[in-house]
């Protein structure tokens, strides 16, 4: 997560496994992200 911080807000990454990490460090929200793991509608 610690080179997440060195990116642009409008740079990608790719990740191949267990990369919500990455995702939280990129600013989406955990909310959302919950929902998909869970299967809701919502995610």
């Known amino acids: 997560m610690g080179a997440i911080l060195a990116l642009e807000p409008d740079e990608y990454i790719v990740n191949t496994h ?18 998909e793991l869970f299967g809701k509608s919502a995610g």
Request: charged share 20%; hydrophobic share 40%; glycine share 16%.
């Open 18 to 35: 267990r990369g919500h990490g990455h995702a939280i460090a990129k600013g989406h929200e955990t909310k959302l992200m919950l929902a």
